[in-house]
């Protein structure tokens, strides 16, 4: 009878660490579930007004959303000058290949 438990039991494993499996422990799940979920909702508007705000400025400018939306990431990750430099490059690139 044993045998035949083991042989349908599924083993559940868990995440890695420093190559050991942990054991699972859902409860830690559990107890936060509520404030992942209400989180996970917030995460959502918020990224629903940040796409309208966006939207409307491109609008307003004349850019494509997606320049306004980099912009901002940028310098919001603070890496303006860096992206500033990548979007220059690749300017440069693109008028050396228009005529190619």
Do not use: I, W, Y
Not at 37 to 44: A, E, F, Q
Not at 55 to 70: I, M, P, T, Y
């Amino acid at each position: 009878m044993e045998a035949a438990t083991e042989t349908t039991a599924t083993k559940v494993r868990g995440r890695k660490d420093q190559g050991q499996e942990v054991v699972p422990q859902p409860d830690a799940l559990r107890k936060k579930f509520k404030e992942l979920v209400h989180l996970h909702n917030k995460k959502t508007e918020a990224s629903e007004a940040f796409n309208d705000a966006v939207k409307a400025v491109a609008e307003k400018s004349g850019l494509l959303a997606v320049v306004v939306a980099k912009v901002v990431a940028a310098s919001a990750n603070e890496k303006f000058e860096e992206e500033a430099k990548k979007a220059g490059q690749l300017a440069l690139a693109f008028e050396e290949c228009a005529d190619a």
